[in-house]
C-alpha cells in the first residue's frame, strides 16, 4: 500500500478491518472488536505521521518488556459502566475497583493499564458538561530551587520555603541493592522475575511519593488561596 500510494499520503487506500485477521488468528476473537478497532486507529496515525514528516520514524511493533500494557475500548449501550463498586468491561464482565472519585455524565471510552508491578488501572473517558470558570481572587509566585523544592510568595509578600523531601536519596542504598540482586539472577528465571517485581515495587513507591507530595502541595496552596480569597471579601463587605 505504501509502494501503491506514491509516497502520497493523501492517497485514498481500503484499509483491512481487524476482523479480516481472526480466522488465521483466533486469539483476536477473545477481546471485544472496539478494543482491535481502537488499536488499528492507533496504527493509522502512526502511519499517517510518518508519511507526513518522516523524521518522526516508521511504527515499531510494540516490546512486551518496554512498553506499557494497555488498551483501550468504547462504551456502547452500556457496555462499560459502574455498578455496585464494580465496572463492567466488555467480554471480560465485571470486576472490582476503588474508586478515585464519582462522576457525572455519559461515558465514552475506557483505558485499562498494567504496571510493571502488576497492578491494574482504569482510566475512564467522560462527556459531561462544563464546569463554570472562577477567577482567581490572589496569586501566588513560585520560585523553583536547589536547595529547597520551592519558595512561594503571596500577595502580600510573605515568602514560604517548602523543603525538598528527596525520595530518591532516602531509598538510594534499597534500590542499588535490588539492582545487584536482579544483575546476579539468570535471564528468565522465576526468581529474577520475583526480583524485577521487588525493584519494580520500590521505584513505584518513590513515584508515588512525589505524586502524592505534589498534590498535598498543589491542594494546600489552592486551599490557602481561597481563604485568603474569602479573607479579602469580608474585609471589603
Known amino acids: ?3 501503491d500510494s506514491k509516497l502520497n499520503p493523501d492517497a485514498k487506500q481500503k484499509l ?10 483466533p486469539f483476536l476473537k477473545e477481546v471485544d472488536s472496539l478494543s482491535l478497532a481502537n488499536a488499528q486507529m492507533d496504527l493509522n496515525k502512526a502511519y499517517t505521521n510518518f508519511f507526513r514528516d518522516q523524521s ?12 506499557r500494557a494497555s488498551y483501550t475500548t468504547n462504551n456502547l449501550k452500556g457496555s462499560i459502566r459502574i455498578e455496585d463498586g464494580k465496572v463492567k468491561l466488555p467480554k471480560i464482565g465485571f470486576v472490582k475497583l476503588k474508586q478515585h472519585r464519582p462522576f457525572d455524565g455519559v461515558i465514552k471510552s475506557a483505558t485499562v493499564s498494567m504496571t510493571k508491578t502488576r497492578k491494574f488501572f482504569i482510566s475512564i473517558l467522560v462527556n459531561q458538561a462544563e464546569a463554570q470558570w472562577v477567577p482567581a481572587q490572589n496569586k501566588v509566585g513560585i520560585d523553583l530551587g536547589l536547595e529547597h523544592f520551592a519558595i512561594m510568595t503571596n ?3 510573605v515568602s514560604e520555603k517548602v523543603d525538598n523531601p528527596r525520595f530518591l ?5 534499597k534500590i542499588k541493592k535490588a539492582q545487584r540482586a ?9 526468581n529474577r522475575e520475583k526480583v524485577r517485581i ?7 513507591k518513590i513515584a508515588n511519593q512525589r505524586q502524592d507530595f505534589l498534590r498535598k502541595l498543589s491542594k494546600r496552596m ?14 471589603r463587605i
Open 155 to 157: 500577595d502580600e509578600r
Open 169 to 173: 536519596r532516602k531509598s538510594e542504598e
Open 16 to 25: 483491512s478491518t481487524p476482523a479480516k485477521y481472526k480466522p488465521e488468528f
Open 1 to 3: 500500500m505504501y509502494e
Open 56 to 67: 518522526v520514524g516508521f511504527p515499531k511493533f510494540k516490546s512486551k518488556h518496554n512498553d
Open 222 to 235: 489552592v486551599d490557602d488561596n481561597q481563604a485568603s480569597s474569602s479573607r479579602h471579601l469580608n474585609r
Open 198 to 204: 521487588i525493584l519494580a515495587k520500590k521505584h513505584e
Open 182 to 190: 536482579l544483575s546476579r539472577k539468570k535471564i528468565g528465571s522465576k
